[in-house]
């Protein structure tokens, strides 16, 4: 979250400073953090995202393919929302492919994602394993 908004402070720089008004309440509030973060701490960020990127070479040594959650819980009721990205975010730093599986529901009817992740590099072989995975699913 810190890489997040710190390069989304800056990548929005302008728009924050020229048109606030314009943006969303929802956007200022998420943009707002960055402008006060400390250099050091998003270069501590980077760092820790590097080594996790070095560590995560060590697990797919040992495993083809992770299954994890794509989202916490189900599905948000309607349209506003698609629900919390919390746990895409992990994947996109470390730069590994990932493939949401449909198929699943909760306890309310509506989707519970699972996602299969990669190693960085094999998004070919990750698309055949989530293609015979999903087959089990629906």
Known sequence: MTIQVFEGARCCAYE?????GQLSQKMR???????????ADYQAALTLAATC?????????EHDVLLVPSAPGEAPLGLGATGDPLFNRLWTLLHTPA????????????????QAIGPVGADDRLLEVASWMHAYLV
Do not use: C, D, K, W
């Open 16 to 20: 924050l400073s020229q048109h606030a």
């Open 29 to 39: 509030e998420l943009l707002q953090p960055g402008i006060t973060l400390p250099y």
């Open 53 to 61: 990127r070095h560590q995560l070479g060590a697990i797919f040594a």
């Open 99 to 114: 493939i949401n599986l449909p198929g699943l529901t909760g306890a309310q009817g509506l989707p519970v994602g699972v």
